[in-house]
Nanobody, 124 residues
Framework: QVQLVESGGGLVQAGDSLRLSCEAS????????MGWFRQAPGKEREFVAT????????FYSDSVEAQFTISRDNAKKTVYLQMNALKSEDTAVYYC?????????????????WGQGTQVTVSS
């Protein structure tokens, strides 16, 4: 069982940056793929970014590529999401998730464990 705890959300102005963190409870964190998703009010949860267990391969949704960066520190059992040039449409609850799949997975049902979410609000 992997428990995930997100932090770093908040209220920012358009154009600002934020870095979200997600700390895992289990030592097998090193063996799982990690992802970030977000859910805006009234919308479905959508894929944002994912990173392999080694950190050597990342993949982003078209809407955030070149704006967000996912990374991980396996020694700290933590995955990060650096968000730059934030826009009002980035406002959402952001969730980190862990998947035991060895393949590239970008849909919520392919992730086995979820954090509780952290709110990001961008005012314009």
């Amino acid at each position: 069982q992997v428990q995930l705890v997100e932090s770093g959300g908040g209220l920012v102005q358009a154009g600002d940056s934020l870095r979200l963190s997600c700390e895992a409870s289990e030592r097998t964190f090193n063996n799982v793929r990690m992802g970030w998703f977000r859910q805006a009010p009234g919308k479905e949860r959508e894929f944002v970014a994912t990173i392999t267990w080694s950190g050597g391969d990342t993949f982003y949704s078209d809407s955030v590529e070149a704006q967000f960066t996912i990374s991980r520190d396996n020694a700290k059992k933590t995955v990060y999401l650096q968000m730059n040039a934030l826009k009002s449409e980035d406002t959402a609850v952001y969730y980190c998730a862990a998947s035991r799949s060895i393949y590239l997975v970008i849909t919520p049902n392919q992730y086995n464990y979820w954090g509780q979410g952290t709110q990001v609000t961008v005012s314009s």
